[in-house]
């Protein structure tokens, strides 16, 4: 079965195809979001971004997981270390302090710090009731990608110190964060997922955020066990588990 790979390469898609191609699959590089007939059988994997995913995953009857938009904001305080909320932006234009804002699984919010809700993006631009993630501001140190899977840490790398890109390899505290976290929150979490956790402080790891694996760079994990995750995380919806089925992304087609 082939890996479906977008029209713009990146570092990572490139890294994963090589890993896909040693293991014998076939990579696909389409031009542009239109699906060739003779690759809508239901049968391929996927490695891109949340708008190109959209477009092409159901005529290419592929099942990408991701976490709840809702996720991190139910971890336990031990896990995260701020204060976080999950609402409609209607309700974050009411901010009347600075505050960290994302959409939880794409682009579609900048993740910033706003100084107020009045600086982010307006009801003629967004939906009023698109779920954004409200956070306490912090300065992580240090921050690290874990590539997620069958409720163990396969792979991850240190991708960024003081906000700043700086790879490494998976520190062991890192890794043993990772564990806790998945000792915890296992059940809350597809079955492939990437997570990035980082430190805020002397021996306070915080989670970062969840991230679908089909969609995250690689930065310095190992790329063939990237790859088994991505391969779980974006795959034919017909292997998909029933454990996963409450985690398949819900995809918004054009009009």
């Known amino acids: 079965m082939p890996l479906i790979l977008p029209p713009r390469l990146t570092a990572s898609a490139r890294m994963l195809g090589d890993a896909a191609r040693r293991r014998g699959l076939r990579t696909v590089h389409l031009p542009d979001r239109e699906v060739p007939d003779g690759l809508r059988d239901g049968r391929a994997y996927l490695h891109a971004g949340p708008a190109f995913a959209d477009a092409v995953a159901p005529a290419l009857g592929i099942a990408p997981l991701e976490a709840p938009a809702d996720w991190l904001a139910h ?116 079955s492939a997922i990437v997570v990035d956790i980082g430190v805020i402080g002397p021996g306070r790891w915080a989670v970062v955020e969840a991230n679908a694996a089909w969609a995250s760079g690689c930065y310095a994990c190992d790329p063939d066990r990237a790859l088994d995750v991505v391969l779980r995380a974006a795959g034919p919806a017909e292997h998909l588990s029933q454990r996963d089925s409450r985690f398949v992304r819900r995809v918004f087609r054009p009009a």
Request: proline letters at 9%; a negative charge; charged letters at 20%.
């Open 75 to 190: 971890l336990p305080a031990a896990f995260v270390h701020r204060e976080i909320r999950a609402m409609p932006i209607r309700e974050a234009y009411g901010l009347r302090r600075p505050a960290f804002v994302k959409s939880p699984n794409d682009k579609s919010i900048p993740a910033l710090v706003y100084t107020d809700g009045s600086r982010l993006p307006g009801p003629d631009a967004v939906d009023p009731e698109t779920i954004v993630l409200v956070s306490d501001v912090v300065a992580f140190e240090a921050e690290y990608r874990l590539h997620l899977l069958d409720g163990q840490v396969h792979t991850g790398s240190r991708y960024a110190v003081a906000g700043r890109l700086d790879l490494a390899p998976l520190s062991a505290s890192a890794h043993a964060f990772g564990s806790e976290l998945l000792a915890a929150a296992r059940d809350t979490l597809p």
